[in-house]
């Protein structure tokens, strides 16, 4: 499986600033992914970030709060704007593994704490 | 009804117990069944894939009932360092990598 690097790991920021949370992965990929984990709850999907397209959003994710960056297959920006408490969460990126199983595999996350 | 349910726990089962989780979901056309593995404060790891006629790596042991749509996980002689949060996942949608997550079943193993 790839080797996934988030940064930073963790960071406090003040509400209303942004944040850019990095991936990088040791080797290309075609399909990048974008989670956000809440306290006490399980990963809900943010977006898919495929290199040369925009980022696709879930339901109740949308662009101008998480904006995404994909300029190559093996790196990936995230950003949490205008921050808020509710905020609060680890975010995970993550890339679907080699053949067609299906299987993802995740970056340690982000720890984002919004005072 | 969620599309995954799990039974939260905890599960606090000694050593050398045998334990089985249970994961219900929603969408009878879900294609791809996983089980991750989620220890405090770090990402999930890929435990299995679980794939139709079930399968075994070690003492886990992943089944899929599709006619009564739920997954389950057996754990066998369990260790102390399996100690972890079980995470459910489920690709509803055949042919996209979209994944939905149950709310993990937190196993603790005894001394």
């Known amino acids: 499986s790839a080797v996934i690097s988030q940064k930073p790991s963790r960071d406090i920021c003040q509400r209303g600033t942004s944040l850019t949370i990095q991936c990088q992965v040791d080797s290309q990929v075609t399909m990048m992914f974008w989670y956000r984990q809440q306290p006490g709850q399980s990963l809900t999907l943010i977006a898919t970030a495929n290199q040369g397209s925009e980022a696709t959003y879930e339901s109740g994710f949308v662009i101008d709060k998480f904006p995404i960056s994909r300029p190559n297959l093996t790196f990936s920006t995230l950003t949490v704007s205008n921050m808020s408490p509710e905020d609060s969460s680890i975010y995970l990126c993550s890339v679907v593994g080699d053949g067609h199983s299906y299987e993802q595999y995740f970056g340690p996350g982000t720890r984002l704490t919004v005072t | 009804r969620k599309e995954v349910e799990q039974d939260p726990g905890p599960f606090n089962v000694p050593e050398g117990a045998t334990v089985a989780f249970n994961c219900t979901y929603s969408n009878s056309a879900s294609q791809s069944f996983f089980w991750y593995r989620q220890d405090c404060r770090k990402e999930p790891k890929l435990l299995m894939s679980v794939y139709s006629s079930g399968n075994e790596d070690g003492r886990f042991t992943a089944q899929l009932n599709r006619a009564s749509q739920y997954i389950s996980l057996l754990i066998r002689d369990s260790k102390l360092s399996d100690s972890a949060t079980y995470l459910c996942?489920?690709?509803?949608?055949?042919?996209?990598?979209?994944?939905?997550f149950g709310t993990g079943t937190r196993l603790k193993v005894l001394a």
């Open positions: 996942v489920v690709n509803p949608t055949s042919g996209t990598y979209k994944y939905i």
